[in-house]
T-cell receptor, first 117, second 115 residues
């Protein structure tokens, strides 16, 4: 079974520029998550999709971050404009269904490391 | 705000010894707990989970203990191997009726295994 795919793996931009990350979840997984992981910290959930609908985006800085999962499969996360504090690893994860149910474990991709200069 | 945290940021053990990684949580409404392992340059990997109606669950070489009285979670790794070297995170999910079932991660403990 192929894992969660993310691209690019690394991205360096200057502040105020825009950037987009792409995620392809495990086939058949209805739930997709985007996390932000700042160096030395645990991942923080930004947004959670169930199929093509948003389940929770309460921690997404909506003034600059946006995400979509139009066809309920792959997803993109965009930052516009980027700030220095956005430097982090952006992780995508997927699961069969909503978290909290045994059997719905989240599988994580390798992440995209973003550096904002 | 309520959060999940860890007592020890770094744990160094000898190969073959048992490891114990601890985690304190403050949200008494948390219903489901998960331990993740994260190796350098990779995403977190599920290790084992436990629901709040249990106090112990065993996997292959790993055991998770849950003490709801003191809101404490631990991960025990038997016969620690060099491949166990990684950062370990505990994570929690509130009761299932909470919208979104958001997973909240703690800050992580780095496990270093000495050969």
């Amino acid at each position: 079974e192929a894992g969660v795919a993310q691209s690019p793996r690394y991205k360096i931009i200057e502040k105020r520029q825009s950037v987009a990350f792409w995620c392809n979840p495990i086939s058949g997984h209805a739930t997709l998550y985007w996390y932000q992981q700042i160096l030395g910290q645990g991942p923080k959930l930004l947004i959670q999709f169930q199929n093509n609908g948003v389940v929770d985006d309460s921690q997404l800085p909506k003034d600059r971050f946006s995400a979509e999962r139009l066809k309920g499969v792959d997803s993109t996360l965009k930052i516009q404009p980027a700030k220095l504090e956005d430097s982090a690893v952006y992780l995508c994860a997927s699961s069969r269904g909503l978290a909290g149910v045994q059997g719905n474990e989240q599988f994580f991709g390798p992440g995209t490391r973003l550096t904002v200069l | 705000g309520e959060s999940v945290g860890l007592h020890l940021p770094t744990l160094s053990v000898q190969e073959g010894d048992n490891s114990i990684i601890n985690c304190a949580y403050s949200n008494s409404a948390s219903d489901y707990f998960i331990w993740y392992k994260q190796e350098s340059g990779k995403g977190p990997q599920f290790i084992i989970d436990i629901r709040s109606n249990m106090d112990k669950r065993q996997g292959q070489r790993v055991t998770v203990l849950l003490n709801k009285t003191v809101k404490h979670l631990s991960l025990q790794i038997a016969a620690t191997q060099p491949g166990d070297s990684a950062v370990y995170f505990c994570a929690e999910i509130p009761a299932p009726d909470n919208a979104g079932n958001m997973l909240t991660f703690g800050g992580g403990t780095r496990l270093m295994v000495k050969p």
